[in-house]
């Protein structure tokens, strides 16, 4: 029998891999494993108690209900979005078109769920998911503000650093000078 479990709060290949140490410690053969979700082959009984607890210990959380399956899911594919424009350094296709066609559904269905469950827009979140990407892209100091701009998907550097200061506070010169540059995991935007 195989069974799937959903998993909050995986957002990197680091977070694969304690789920799966964890899973595996406890006496679970790991079939796949991937952002948000674990699947696994099992002739015993599997004890969700024990592994909700599991996951709590180590900052993840199990997904019982299934509005909150697909809102994580947004959240994997804008992270999987925002790293492949930044990676491939090319415009891709708008962002609500890409999750409609990952999820399935209408993006004015998903818009309306991810705003009643997580109280903040799919807009917003973007822009924050966003926003840490450019503060680590100005921390590793790779490329210039017009670079990030244009990698992101930005119309224009102004529009970037007007985002920027918006959410953060600061400009990006001013980020960058920073002795003390504070990112917010992004499992907690």
Same mark, same amino acid.
Do not use: H, R
């Given at each position: 029998m195989k069974e799937t479990i959903y998993i909050k709060n995986m957002v990197c290949p680091r977070c694969i891999k304690v789920v799966k140490d964890e899973l +595996? &410690?406890?006496?679970?053969? !790991? @079939?796949? !494993? *991937? #952002?948000? $979700?674990?699947?696994? $082959?099992?002739?015993? @009984?599997?004890n969700l108690e024990l592994i909700r607890n599991i996951l709590e210990k180590n900052g993840f959380e199990l997904l019982d209900?299934?509005?909150?399956?697909? !809102? +994580? *899911?947004?959240? !994997?594919f804008i992270l999987e979005y925002i790293q492949s424009q930044s990676e491939e350094n090319k415009m891709? $296709? *708008? #962002?609500?078109?890409? #999750?409609?066609? &990952?999820?399935?559904?209408s993006y004015q269905y998903l818009s309306n769920l991810f705003s009643s469950l997580e109280n903040q827009t799919i807009e917003n979140y973007i822009i924050h998911q966003r926003i840490e990407k450019v503060k680590e892209l100005i921390i590793y100091n790779q490329f210039n503000l017009s670079e990030i701009s244009y990698r992101l998907g930005y119309s224009s550097v102004q529009h970037l650093s007007s985002q920027f200061k918006k959410v953060t506070g600061f400009t990006p010169s001013t980020f960058k000078k920073l002795k003390n540059k504070k990112r917010i995991p992004i499992d907690k935007i």
């Open positions: +595996e &410690k406890i006496g679970y053969n !790991i @079939k796949n !494993i *991937k #952002l948000g $979700e674990a699947s696994f $082959e099992s002739s015993t @009984k599997i209900n299934d509005q909150f399956k697909i !809102i +994580e *899911k947004i959240k !994997i891709l $296709e *708008k #962002l609500s078109k890409y #999750l409609s066609k &990952k999820m399935g559904y």
